[in-house]
């Protein structure tokens, strides 16, 4: 556990959203596998998940997606490349309106040891898992030392302090390494769902314990990035609150849009990020009793 992230966060008042990405399974190959007891047996009855959520067509590798949940768009990414290929000047994206709406973000990231700015692969840990670190305004473009990225892209590890200190910020960007998010078949499971299964069991009881959760009604998603290429899912979506429909399964059609318009209603970001804004788009509110909203 480290000594808890360096940036201003806490409880605002607002209501808090994280964000938990895991990686590359269809919802056929988890819905009733015996590889994933928690999802099956503990998500689908405390969560409300949709049936038909999918990547945005034909949109794939994984980053791509990653940067779409962050600006509502791939921007012109069509690759895995690094951030020192694939940055971008864009200001127009998810971390920077909320720094401009006098609100709180962190990225928590297995695997990285918060010295640096995470442009650049370390142990499992994949800089195209962490969207913020391709938005030059995030890294004071592409500088490893810069303070500002450093301050708001966190070990995981820390984020255990922050919890229990109620330090958590308004929005929390949480990836898993390349072996706890399904991507990698790595041991001691030496397989990708089981592997990802035992890692939400074991770190999702901690958000749901919080003050975040318990006392100022954060709202918890737990998402895919993309279907089994060439497939564009349903993939697995998960939503927790103490305003959920728990074990209600949707049948509306979902994609990434779908979570970036809904992160800005729940945060209360304005303007819709790009296809966040499209008319077909819907947000999860049917998801919730009542949708929460600042």
């Not at 938005?135 to 030392?145: L, P, S």
């Not at 737990?222 to 959920?244: C, H, R, T, Y």
């Amino acid at each position: 556990m480290g000594s808890g992230s360096t940036s201003s966060g806490g409880y605002t008042g607002k209501t808090q959203v994280f964000l938990i990405m895991m990686e590359n399974h269809d919802w056929a190959s988890i819905k009733g596998s015996a590889s994933a007891p928690y999802i099956n047996g503990t998500l689908l009855t405390t969560a409300a998940h949709a049936e038909q959520y999918f990547n945005p067509p034909a949109l794939h590798p994984s980053e791509p997606n990653y940067i779409w949940l962050e600006a509502g768009d791939n921007l012109g990414i069509t690759n895995d490349l690094g951030p020192i290929l694939n940055h971008t000047a864009e200001t127009n994206h998810l971390a920077t309106l909320i720094e401009k709406a006098g609100r709180t973000w962190h990225s928590y990231q297995e695997d990285i040891d918060g010295t640096v700015c995470p442009t650049d692969p370390i142990g499992k840990y994949a800089p195209r898992h962490n969207p913020v670190v391709f938005f030059d305004d995030v890294t004071d473009a592409q500088d490893m030392k810069s303070a500002h990225c450093i301050s708001h892209v966190r070990p995981f590890g820390e984020l255990a302090a922050d919890l229990a200190n109620d330090t958590i910020s308004d929005y929390n960007f949480l990836t898993p390494n390349l072996c706890n998010d399904m991507h990698d078949t790595c041991a001691p499971q030496n397989d990708s769902i089981a592997q990802g299964d035992a890692w939400l069991a074991a770190n999702l009881p901690a958000i749901l314990a919080s003050k975040a959760y318990t006392e100022h009604g954060a709202v918890v998603i737990v998402a895919w990035d993309e279907g089994e290429e060439p497939s564009d899912g349903p993939i697995p979506f998960f939503v927790l609150s103490k305003n959920v429909k728990a074990g209600f399964s949707s049948d509306t059609h979902y994609t990434h849009s779908s979570t970036v318009k809904s992160v800005q209603e729940i945060l209360g970001i304005t303007p819709l990020l790009r296809h966040a804004a499209d008319a077909d788009t819907a947000d999860f509110a049917d998801l919730f009793t009542t949708f929460p909203t600042p």
